[in-house]
Each structure stands twice: as C-alpha cells, then as structure tokens.
C-alpha cells in the first residue's frame, strides 16, 4: 500500500500498489507528452533561429554586394568626370593658343590659320566624340551595374523565398511525422493497455503464443517448407516448452533444432519476474526433448535496454541459449537455420562417416556378439559336459555303494541261511520247557 498526499487539501489517502502504479504510468505519459511537446516547440524554435539567421547572413551579404556596386560605380562615373574635366582643360588651352596666334599672325599668315582652326576644329570635334563616347560608356556601366545588381537582388530574393518555402515545407513535415508517431504510439497505448486490462495472464501468455505461430505459419510455405514447428505436448519428463523448431534436408536428416519458451504478464501482476527466472527450466526442456537451440521469447523486463536492444545472447549462463522479443522471432530462425545449413555439407559428410562407422561397429557388434553367444554356448556345454560327468561319477560312486550293500546283503543271507540251517527244536526249546511239553505233547520228537 502506497500514501499519497492531496496537493490541494493536503488529506493523505491510502491506495494499492496497482492503483499507485496506474497514477504513476498516468503522470509518466503526461511527462513524456509534455517532453514530447516541449521538445517539437524546442526545435521550431531552433528552426526559427536557424532560418532568422541564414536570412540576417542573406540581407547582410545583399547589403554588402548593393555597397560594393555602388562604390564601383560612383569610382566608374567619377574617373570619368576627371578625365572629361582634363580634356576640357585642354580644349580651353588649345583655344587660348589659337586665339593667341591669331592675335599675333599677320593677314600673309591666314591660310595657317585656316589650317591651323580647322586642325583645332577637328581636334575639338574628336575630344567632343571622345567626350560622348566616355558619357555613354559611363551610362553604359552605370545601366549594366545596375542590371547586374538588380539581377542579383532578384536571385538572392528568390533564394530567400526558396529557403523560406523549403524551411516551411520541412517544419511541417516535421510536425505531421511528430503528430505521426504521437498518434501512433498513443493508439499502441491505449490497444496495449485495452488489451492487458481484459485478458488474464494465462490469455496474455496464449496470445503472445499464437502471434508467433501465426508469425511462422506465414512463411512456412515459402521459407520453411520441410521443416516441423509445433507445441510442445509431451511432459512425460515433468516438464514442457511451448514449441519446437526443427528442420531437415532433402534426405530427411535433421540440420536444426529450437526450444521455444513463450513468456509475457500483464502490467498489474503484483509480483515481476524476470527474464533469467526461466532459463534453467528451458535448459532443462531443451536437453528433456534433444533440442540444439533454447530461445526465449519474452515481454518481460519492457524497460530493460539490453533486451530491448535486440537478440542478446546469455550462453554465458546457458549453452546455446538466446532472448528475444517477439519482433527478432523469424529473424532468429532464419539467422540460426542460415547458419546450420552453411555447416550442411559437413553434416552430411559426418553423418555419412557416422553410417559407415555404425556399418563397421555393427560388424564388430554382431562379430563380438557371436564371439560371446559361442563362448557362452561352450561354456554351457562345457559346465553341461562336467555335469554329466559328475553325474556320472556319482552314479558310479552310487552304484558302488549299492554294489557294496548287496554284497554285504548278500553275506548277510549266507550268515542268515547258515543260522537258519543250524536252527533246531531243540534250541529253540532250550531252557523252555513249557515250548518243550508242547512240542512232546504234540508227538514231535526235539533232536
């Protein structure tokens, strides 16, 4: 029983440990949506910052390229202006030559000076060109620094908008994945919690197992067409698993061997156990029914990273023996069946040298068995033959015996015969006269 404490009347109430747990999970999912949010807010405003700054970089070097034409130009337009201020200054020299050499050329001298105005009338209609030429190639820069830049305020204009759209496009995307995968694993939630609030332990368990037979019964077709994945029925070893994989070759001989052990319970169960709880008796299971490979499929321990990580293997405890959650259950059979059938050709190759070594140790047995029944039959006959002649001794010994008791009987009778002959009435009557007056009586004489 947990204590909790009213944070607005400060009453401290009682509640069970399932109903700490449940207020416990509720304040954890808020946390994490709260996190959740907190953190998609964190990076809009990373974004935000992100974007505020390529576009500050953007004005600023927009800025700096306006500056740059600008000093560009206004050096063009007054280089210009200098040199047009130069040749103005030479004009007005040259026409202050002229006019000085008309003032001192004598009327002989017109012609020179017809030439000689007619040569500055030329030169001055040159400089005047020179002078245009220069004008209209500095509006020239001036109009192709000015499309220039204009050019490129429009592609550094549309770079920005391009940014901006891109920036935008990926904040949402960014948002409906995240409201995604919050819609996502809310409904897994929600599914999961429905499901662990109406089924009872024992379903939970059942469930777990027929996600994965059906997982199986999916590819057996395609992926396992000979091999055997069914439950585990035989507790005639006091114990059983819940399925055994096994697969054959062509030949029908065995490459491949799985006990699987199916293991989940629901959230309130008051007492947790844990992964390493079930692998003595899956060891046990696995050697009861001459299985290669133990693995153990399991929902328990959800908060642990190493079993969350993937297939971890715990032969340092067991050999041969794996934890799994249920996604890596056809990836472990396919990764241990790959396996097994790479060392095929040396099971083969062992199995053939295994037959020929039974053939030749069957020879041996039923040689060495013969040797055994023969030499037990001459020893029988042989304790038989002493029998019998034993036997025969004492019959000889016996009928020497009865040889010996007749001859004594038979001198016995002789002694008999030689007293019967000797027998007369008158011993008999000897010292009895009562015999002898009967035998006078009767008139028999006693010699």
């Known amino acids: 029983m947990q204590e909790i404490k009213c944070p607005k009347c400060g009453e401290l109430f009682t509640i069970d440990e399932a109903g700490y747990a449940a207020i416990v999970k509720q304040v954890r999912d808020k946390e994490f949506s709260r996190e959740i949010k907190a953190q998609t807010e964190a990076a809009v405003q990373l974004a935000e910052a992100v974007k505020d700054k390529a576009l500050a970089d953007l004005h600023a070097q927009l800025d700096a390229a306006k500056r740059e034409r600008e000093l560009a130009v206004r ?71 000015e499309a220039a830049k204009d050019r490129e305020i429009v592609s550094l204009t549309a770079k920005i908008e391009k940014m901006n759209s891109d920036f935008t496009l990926q904040q949402e995307q960014a948002r409906s994945e995240q409201e995604i995968i919050l819609r996502q694993k809310d409904e897994q939630i929600a599914f999961y919690k ?27 077709a395609a992926a396992f067409p000979l091999a055997y994945f069914e439950k585990d029925n035989d507790a005639s070893g006091g114990s059983k698993g819940d399925f055994i994989f096994r697969d054959f070759d062509e030949n029908g001989m065995e490459y491949i061997s799985i006990m699987f052990e199916m293991k989940n319970e629901m959230d309130a169960t008051a007492t947790k156990h844990k992964n390493e709880d079930f692998f003595k008796k899956l060891d046990r299971d696995r050697n009861d029914k001459k299985c290669e490979y133990a693995v153990l499929v399991s929902l328990l321990e959800s908060d642990s990273e190493l079993y969350n990580a993937g297939i971890v293997d715990v032969s340092y405890r067991f050999p041969k023996m794996y934890v799994i959650r249920p996604q890596f259950f056809i990836p472990l059979i396919s990764l241990l069946r790959n396996a097994a059938q790479n060392s095929l050709g040396y099971r083969q190759e062992l199995a053939l040298m295994r037959q020929q070594n039974l053939d030749v140790e069957s020879f041996n047995t039923q040689l060495n068995d013969f040797k055994q029944r023969f030499a037990k039959n001459y020893e029988l006959a042989s304790r038989r033959f002493g029998e019998a002649i034993d036997e025969i001794d004492k019959t000889i010994a016996h009928l020497q015996k009865t040889k010996e008791a007749l001859l004594s009987s038979e001198n016995n009778l002789r002694l008999a015969n030689n007293k019967a002959e000797d027998l007369t009435i008158k011993r008999l009557t000897k010292g009895n006269p009562t015999m002898t007056e009967r035998f006078t009586d009767a008139g028999i004489k006693i010699e």
């Open 75 to 145: 050096d063009a337009v007054d280089q210009k202006s200098e040199e047009l201020r130069k040749r103005e200054q030479e004009i007005a020299r040259l026409k202050s030559e002229l006019d000085a050499q008309k003032r001192l050329l004598t009327a002989d001298k017109e012609n020179s000076l017809q030439l000689a105005e007619a040569e500055k009338d030329k030169i001055i209609a040159e400089l005047r060109a020179q002078l245009q030429a220069a004008q209209q190639e500095k509006e020239t820069s001036v109009q192709l620094a």
């Open 194 to 220: 429905d499901m662990k609030t109406k089924l009872s332990t024992k379903m939970v368990g059942e469930t777990l197992e027929q996600h994965c037979e059906i997982e199986f019964n999916r590819l057996r």
